[in-house]
Nanobody
């Protein structure tokens, strides 16, 4: 069982930055992909970014490419999401998630089998 705990959300003005962190525990993660999703009120959960724990290859949604950066710290078992140039439409609850790597980066939430509790990001205009 994988346990994921997010932190780092908050309120920021448009154009500002935040750094989200996800602490992972419960097993060895070398065979996993770690992802970030977000969900705004009344909308479906949306893929943001993912990173393969082994090797560090990454994949981003077009809507955040060039603004957000996903990274991992193997020694601390944490995954971070750096959010820059934030826009009001980035407002959402951000979730950390994990799935076993099988040759693909999944971008649909149902493919991820472990989730954190979420952290709120609010961007004011």
């Amino acid at each position: 069982q994988v346990q994921l705990v997010e932190s780092g959300g908050g309120l920021v003005q448009a154009g500002g930055s935040l750094r989200l962190s996800c602490a992972a525990s419960g097993r060895t993660f070398s065979s996993y992909v770690m992802g970030w999703f977000r969900q705004a009120p009344g909308k479906e959960r949306e893929f943001v970014a993912a990173i393969r724990w082994s090797g560090g290859s990454t994949y981003y949604a077009d809507s955040v490419k060039g603004r957000f950066t996903i990274s991992r710290d193997n020694a601390k078992n944490t995954v971070a999401l750096q959010l820059n140039s934030l826009k009001p439409e980035d407002t959402a609850v951000y979730y950390c998630a994990a799935h076993r790597y099988s040759g693909f980066f999944y971008t649909v939430a149902r493919r991820y089998d472990s989730w954190g509790q979420g952290t709120q990001v609010t961007v004011s205009s």
